[in-house]
């Protein structure tokens, strides 16, 4: 389990303020979260540190991906919440097998917490205006939660889920922009209850379900790459908090997301 130190760091929580600080500016870290600069610096490093072993694992297993052999300028967008933006998730293993080909430029687009009107309001802005050649769209998942109440709902119902994800997709297609859309893992409300124990936080799996058939429904009418990477999955993928990706998860995540984009790029 996390120190919450460790907790805020790993999930980036510092992106809340929106000022695009890069993830190892450890003096700006430091501050936000009051700490000393060499512990900041220490748990930023022990996180690195786990994402350079997860790409080499990656690597040796399977080799390089052929899309990341490209030359040409390849901008891409990564849009979503903590699961993307975390310091050891798939993203980062992206990043770190990518950090020596200047043709890719990689948009941290996703912020712990994001729900998808959040991504909508500012994504001209952060999206759009960048002009990605591809983005990677992972949303949804605060959306789906719930206070644990019986007249509780959905932060987002489903009928605004899919008129936002409608919104944010067309937007994309109409941008030029090739889109890959990854399906959500169901959160463990055992585990959930325990690590933010105050929180009254609860999912339904029916939700999950309601909100992965809208992904793949409005991903099919505007022609985006769907990856249900999480269909047939019944092993164990979920970390110590029931909402994040354990090990596992998060080499199943980057397995599939690299076949899509390998699939997008035609290699």
Not at 81 to 108: C, H, Q, W
Not at 122 to 135: F, H, M, T
Not at 144 to 149: G, H, S, T, Y
Not at 219 to 246: F, P, T
Request: glycine share 6%; aromatic share 10%; with cysteine.
């Amino acid at each position: 389990m996390l120190t919450e130190n460790e907790f805020y760091i790993k999930f980036n929580v510092q992106n809340l303020l929106e000022m695009d600080r890069p993830q190892n500016d450890y003096r700006f870290v430091a501050g936000c979260f009051q700490i000393d600069i060499g512990e900041a610096e220490r748990i930023c490093k022990q996180f690195e540190a786990a994402v350079k072993k997860l790409a080499e694992e990656y690597v040796g297993e399977k080799g390089m991906p052929p899309f990341m052999e490209n030359k040409e300028e390849c901008p891409i967008a990564f849009i979503g919440d903590s699961i993307t933006s975390e310091r050891e998730g798939f993203f980062r293993v992206i990043e770190y097998m990518l950090r020596e080909n200047p043709a890719y430029k990689l948009m941290d687009v996703s912020v712990s917490g994001a729900k998808i009107a959040d991504i909508n309001d500012r994504l001209y802005e952060r999206v759009i205006s960048k002009k990605p050649k591809l983005a990677h769209v992972m949303i949804g998942t605060n959306d789906a939660r719930k206070q644990n109440v019986d007249w509780a709902k959905c932060n987002t119902s489903a009928e605004e889920f899919e008129k936002d994800m409608a919104y944010l997709l067309r937007s994309l297609k109409e941008a030029g922009i090739i889109t890959v859309v990854s399906t959500l893992p169901a959160p463990q409300n055992d585990r959930l209850g325990i690590a933010f124990d105050g929180r009254n936080w609860i999912y339904d799996q029916s939700d999950i379900r309601d909100f992965n058939r809208i992904i793949a429904g409005v991903s099919q009418d505007y022609a985006c790459l769907l990856n249900d990477w999480v269909d047939g999955v019944d092993e164990d993928i979920l970390s110590y908090d029931g909402v994040h990706l354990n090990a596992r998860g998060t080499k199943l995540l980057l397995d599939s997301v690299v076949g899509k984009l390998n699939q997008a790029l035609s290699v």
